[in-house]
């Protein structure tokens, strides 16, 4: 499986932006990145995901590098609640079991 | 709506019972997976069932465990003879297609800790 990279730990203020990186140098041109995230005591939540085009939808947005190899979460507002940690995940498009490998994440922290 | 409902969500037992853990997807999901989290280990896959077929168990620790689906819904994973190493969140996610475009949502597990 591909490999992802983030950072361990990130701080953001409450109601500003929050930019969450992810690198993916060995992407394959088939690969979807998604992102998943997990508050404290739930199972992971799905945020976002997409292929080569960046992605918006009511949680966040998804900036992806022209060559791939990186991508970018967007918070565009954080709150308290977006606390949490944000997993960054390559999926194989293709039919068939389409497991999810988790790293270790990015583990947000929101100051109020 | 309803989302993936998974119990009991704590389970405390002792050393070499058995356990079994339930998962009811999203109605109409025909992809479900099984993955559990600990401390040690960060969250693994264990199996993945499309319909009642279960095509990759790859992921399970050993021959103690197993999982079944009936009727291409509810799932259930029986560990045998637990061990403390067994201890963890055993989380549940159903999908609605078996590909990538599909997110997986995710029932919030069950904490099992072994005396």
């Known amino acids: 499986d591909a490999k992802t990279t983030q950072p361990n730990s990130m701080e953001s203020n409450e109601e500003e932006p929050v930019h969450l990186p992810c690198n993916h140098s060995t992407i394959s041109g088939t690969d979807y990145i998604h992102w998943y995230r997990q508050l404290p005591s739930q199972g992971p939540e799905y945020v976002i995901h997409g292929l080569t085009s960046n992605v918006n939808n009511r949680m966040a947005s998804l900036a992806i590098a022209e060559d791939r190899k990186s991508s970018t979460l967007i918070l565009h507002r954080a709150t308290l609640r977006d606390a949490a940690v944000y997993y960054c995940i390559l999926q194989e498009s293709n039919f068939g079991n389409e497991k999810l490998t988790f790293g270790t994440g990015t583990r947000l922290t929101i100051i109020p | 709506g309803a989302g993936v409902s998974q119990s009991p969500s704590n389970k405390v037992t002792e050393k070499g019972k058995d356990v079994e853990l339930r998962c009811d997807p999203i109605?109409?999901?025909?992809?479900l997976y099984w993955y559990r989290q600990s401390l040690g280990q960060g969250l693994e896959f264990l199996i993945y069932f499309q319909g009642n077929s279960a095509p990759d168990k790859s992921g399970l620790p050993s021959d103690r465990f197993s999982a079944e689906r009936t009727g291409g819904s509810v799932s259930t994973l029986t560990i045998q003879r637990t061990q403390q190493e067994d201890s963890a969140v055993y989380l549940c996610?159903?999908?609605?297609?078996?590909?990538?475009?599909?997110?997986?949502?995710f029932g919030d597990g069950t904490r099992l800790s072994i005396l």
């Open positions: 109605s109409g999901h025909t992809a």
């Open positions: 996610a159903s999908s609605s297609l078996s590909n990538s475009n599909q997110p997986q949502h």
